[in-house]
């Protein structure tokens, strides 16, 4: 079993940065690939971008691409989402996530361990 736990969530004016972190502990594995999505009330959960254990590789769903990027530290197995620019539509509940296989894949239905989730509230 794979543990995640997200921090670093919280409240930030629009304009503002803030970076989210994803412990990884349990069966980990370098062929994993961790992603991040977020989840807006009443909105379906939404891809952010994933990176890939190993290589490094990363993706992101095209309306994040320029104020969010994705690294990680294999000797903390931790990954951090960096936000930038941040606007109040970026609001949500944003998750971990970690699957085998592709770093290409953006549907939640295929990964297969969650962390509980961090808030991100954008208000002035």
């Known amino acids: 079993q794979v543990q995640l736990v997200e921090s670093g969530g919280g409240l930030v004016h629009p304009g503002g940065s803030l970076r989210l972190a994803c412990a990884a502990s349990?069966?980990?594995?370098?062929?994993?690939?961790m992603g991040w999505f977020r989840q807006a009330p009443g909105q379906e959960r939404e891809f952010v971008g994933a990176?890939?254990?190993?290589?490094?590789?990363?993706n992101y769903a095209d309306s994040m691409k320029g104020r969010f990027t994705i690294s990680k530290d294999n000797a903390k197995n931790t990954v951090y989402l960096q936000m930038n620019s941040l606007k109040p539509e970026d609001t949500a509940v944003y998750y971990c996530?970690?699957?085998?296989?592709?770093?290409?894949?953006?549907?939640?239905?295929?990964?297969?361990?969650w962390g509980q989730g961090t808030q991100v509230t954008v208000s002035s």
């Open positions: 990176v890939s254990w190993s290589s490094g590789s990363t």
């Open positions: 349990g069966r980990t594995s370098s062929n994993y690939v």
């Open positions: 996530a970690a699957r085998w296989g592709s770093v290409g894949v953006q549907s939640s239905q295929l990964y297969q361990h």
